[in-house]
């Protein structure tokens, strides 16, 4: 039954996300198409014209990746709004699953099509940077005998370079650390989702402003975690201003407490959240 609830699911969010997919690879395609334009050889007025259209269209790509992604966030949380507290919800609430279930059903679709979306992000930022790095390499001269090729295998040089000099400079192995932050934000990602389906269920007490309702829950737990925040960098803020860090712990070890402390904040809201979606679906379940 699971398995049918994120199918259907999937199907109400799909036209949307693909959406948000065509607006990347439109600003993608659009970047890389002027990316192309600029030619040295051509006289200054069109270079100088190929490099306004480009930094217009970088600005474009960038309002386009900002746009996807609040448009991912928005997209989850307005099909569960209208699936759990609206009058699509009569159908939602009858089917044979615990409203357990259905949120964690829920919260399952809401990550994966964020995670969809920021792989099709980086994917994008990736074909950019290829382009524009072929495109610049066309134009070198045979006989300065620098190929794209070469250039690769300096950057990865250096790139290892800097991986063995990282854990001497931050505290911690470059491998370890790419883990941490791995690891850190899928567990912000859970709980901010969580946290925002939390805020579209206290928006339901307003019995005639619930969009409102849940607009102003949001703002003020996200008001209550910049207060928690601040308190738990305080420690953080006072070993740098002694200057120990530099003495007797890495930088790892100065930022890593308030990182672990933020996030634990994050998560402990994010399970208060979870069992007022659960209170809200099955308690103070009031439909439009």
């Not at 009569?90 to 099509?113: C, D, E, G, R």
């Not at 990282?166 to 946290?195: K, R, W």
């Not at 949001?218 to 420690?235: H, K, R």
Request: glycine share 6%; proline share 2%.
């Amino acid at each position: 039954m699971l398995g049918k609830l994120l199918k259907y699911e999937w199907r109400g969010l799909r036209l949307p996300f693909l959406i948000m997919l065509v607006v990347l690879a439109g600003t993608t395609i659009l970047t890389c198409g002027v990316i192309f334009t600029i030619n040295p050889k051509f006289d200054e007025t069109i270079v100088g014209y190929s490099v306004i259209a480009l930094i217009f269209s970088i600005l474009l790509y960038y309002f386009g990746i900002i746009g996807c992604s609040l448009g991912t966030s928005l997209i989850v949380v307005i099909r569960f709004y209208k699936t759990c507290y609206t009058d699509q919800g009569y159908l939602t609430h009858t089917l044979p699953v615990s409203a357990k279930q259905l949120l964690n059903m829920k919260i399952f679709a809401a990550i994966i099509t964020n995670l969809l979306m920021i792989l099709a992000i980086v994917t994008s930022i990736f074909v950019i940077m290829q382009v524009g790095l072929h495109h610049i390499f066309s134009f070198v001269p045979d006989y300065m005998e620098y190929t794209y090729d070469q250039f690769y295998r300096e950057f990865i040089e250096i790139f290892f370079d800097a991986f063995r000099d990282f854990e001497d400079d931050f505290g911690i192995s470059f491998g370890l650390y790419f883990a941490y932050l791995i690891v850190y934000s899928l567990i912000s990602l859970i709980a901010n989702i969580i946290i925002i389906f939390g805020c579209v269920s206290l928006g339901q007490l307003f019995t005639k402003h619930r969009i409102v309702g849940a607009i102003a829950a949001y703002f003020i737990v996200q008001f209550i975690l910049q207060i928690l925040g601040y308190f738990n960098a305080i420690p953080m803020y006072k070993r740098m201003l002694r200057g120990s860090y530099r003495d007797d712990i890495t930088m790892f070890g100065v930022m890593s407490p308030t990182m672990n402390m933020t996030l634990l904040t994050v998560v402990i809201v994010a399970v208060i959240m979870y069992f007022i979606n659960l209170h809200m679906m099955t308690k103070k379940l009031n439909l439009e």
